[in-house]
C-alpha cells in the first residue's frame, strides 16, 4: 500500500517562498513518476511539476521559474520549491505517483497541504 503525506505548507506574504515536502511509506524509485498539483478554490486541479524515474522535470510553462521540483531517493521524499509566491498560488498542494504514467503521473495521491499566499 502505497501512502504519500505532504507536509510544509502555510500561510506566506506574496513574494516568499516555502518548500513542500512529500513522504513516501516506501521506495519511491518504484514510480515512473512523481508529481505536484494543485487546486485553488473553485477551480480544476492542475499540475505544478514532475520528475521521472531517471531524474529529468517537467513543468508547464505558467509554472517555470517558480516553482522547483527534486527528490531525495535516501528518505523517500519529494520536494516542491516555490520561490516568489503570489495570491494566485493558494490552494491545496497534491503529491502524486505513478509506477505506469511518465507524464501525467495520477496512480496514488496524498491528502494534499494548504497553501495560502496573502497580498
Known amino acids: 500500500q502505497v501512502e504519500l503525506v505532504e507536509s510544509g505548507g502555510g500561510l506566506v506574504q506574496a513574494g516568499g517562498s516555502l518548500r513542500l515536502s512529500c513522504a513516501c511509506s516506501?521506495?519511491?524509485?518504484?514510480?515512473?513518476?512523481m508529481g505536484w498539483y494543485r487546486q485553488a478554490p473553485e477551480k480544476q486541479r492542475e499540475l505544478v511539476a514532475t520528475?521521472?524515474?531517471?531524474?529529468?522535470?517537467y513543468s508547464p510553462s505558467t509554472m517555470k521559474g517558480r516553482f522547483t521540483i527534486s527528490r531525495d531517493n535516501a528518505k523517500n521524499t519529494v520536494y516542491l520549491q516555490a520561490i516568489n509566491l503570489k495570491p494566485e498560488d493558494t490552494g491545496v498542494y497534491y503529491c502524486a505517483a505513478s509506477t505506469l504514467e511518465t507524464f501525467n503521473p495520477q496512480e496514488y495521491w496524498g491528502r494534499g497541504t494548504q497553501v495560502t499566499v496573502s497580498s
Open positions: 520528475i521521472i524515474r531517471a531524474g529529468s522535470t
Open positions: 516506501g521506495s519511491i524509485s518504484r514510480f515512473n513518476a
